[in-house]
């Protein structure tokens, strides 16, 4: 089918935007460029090949009825695939439109899920812990709890966030956790710096 300049110029413009998701999502999603004006050839370009498909491959069933009908939904997000082997998938399909309302090219993700769930897996069984032991513990400094509750409480009467803090409110809160006690608690510089985001010379020279 003969194409329109505007037609090639969309065509060429996403050949870019597909390289570019290729390089991005590699290696764990595919990324296909369909040209639905020619469903029988349809696919331009395939990043990170998943699928064993190749340019020049025909057109999914999604893309022959999204080429029939420019009613068909634009985006597609997030819905179960499988590849020809059996591996579960997640994919989503963009259709692009030309200035006339007629469907040119669909741009196409598909998500190998196989490594995602394996690796679900062993960060379950990694972070699981034994809570029938009977123990609990915590390996901070007691105290720190009590620290940066002071701190959010200090912050948030201000209308503010611990880390938006500005250097005359630091000061004015050293000052307050000082009167509390808290600033007695063992390694109180090191946790009110990390919950503030500044370095311990910072709330060293807040709290002169």
């Known amino acids: 089918m003969k194409k329109t300049p505007e037609q090639q110029n969309l065509l060429e413009q996403l050949r870019q935007v597909a390289d570019g998701l290729g390089q991005t999502l590699a290696p764990f999603c595919e990324v296909v460029l369909h040209d639905l004006l020619e469903p029988e050839h349809a696919i331009l370009a395939i990043h990170n090949n998943l699928s064993g498909r190749s340019v020049g491959a025909p057109a999914t069933e999604l893309g022959l009825a999204r080429a029939a009908d420019p009613d068909f939904a634009q985006v597609i997000a997030n819905y179960p695939n499988t590849f020809a082997d059996g591996r579960l998938a997640k994919s989503t399909s963009i259709g692009i439109k030309d200035s006339q309302g007629q469907y040119v090219a669909a741009l196409c993700m598909n998500v190998d899920l196989t ?17 029938a032991a009977g123990v609990s513990e915590t390996l901070e400094p007691a105290g720190a709890d009590a620290i ?61």
């Open 148 to 208: 940066r509750a002071r701190i959010d409480q200090f912050a948030a009467r201000l209308a503010t966030t611990p880390r938006a803090l500005k250097a005359d409110e630091r000061k004015a809160l050293m000052r307050e956790l000082k009167e509390s006690g808290l600033s007695d608690v063992r390694r109180a510089m090191e946790i009110v710096a990390a919950y503030l985001n500044v370095s311990r010379a910072t709330v060293y020279n807040d709290a002169r």
């Open 115 to 131: 490594v995602f769930r394996s690796l679900n897996s062993l960060l379950t069984q990694f972070g699981a812990v034994n809570t």
